[in-house]
Nanobody, 124 residues
Framework: QVQLVESGGGLVQTGGSLRLSCAAS????????MGWFRQALGKEREFVAS????????YYADSVKGRFTISRDNAKNTVDLQMNSLKPEDTAVYYC?????????????????WGQGTQVTVSS
């Protein structure tokens, strides 16, 4: 069982930056691909970014490519999402997710573990 706890959300102005962090329990963190998803009010959850267990391959949604960067530290059991050039449409609850396999996915239903979410609000 893996437990995920996100932190780092908050309120930021358009063009600003935030860094989300997700801390995972367990001793085999490198065996899990990790992802970030988000859900805006009244909308379905959507993929943001994911990273393989080794950290060697990363995937991004087109809407965040070039602005967001996913990274992980397997020694510290953490995965981060650096978000730059934030836009009001980035406003959402952001969720960290873990997959019971080292290869990443862009589909939320392929992830087995989820954090509680952290709110990101970008004001215009």
């Amino acid at each position: 069982q893996v437990q995920l706890v996100e932190s780092g959300g908050g309120l930021v102005q358009t063009g600003g930056s935030l860094r989300l962090s997700c801390a995972a329990s367990g001793r085999t963190f490198s065996r899990y691909a990790m992802g970030w998803f988000r859900q805006a009010l009244g909308k379905e959850r959507e993929f943001v970014a994911s990273i393989t267990g080794s950290g060697g391959t990363k995937y991004y949604a087109d809407s965040v490519k070039g602005r967001f960067t996913i990274s992980r530290d397997n020694a510290k059991n953490t995965v981060d999402l650096q978000m730059n050039s934030l836009k009001p449409e980035d406003t959402a609850v952001y969720y960290c997710a873990g997959r019971g396999a080292p290869w990443a996915s862009t589909y939320g239903n392929e992830y087995d573990y989820w954090g509680q979410g952290t709110q990101v609000t970008v004001s215009s």
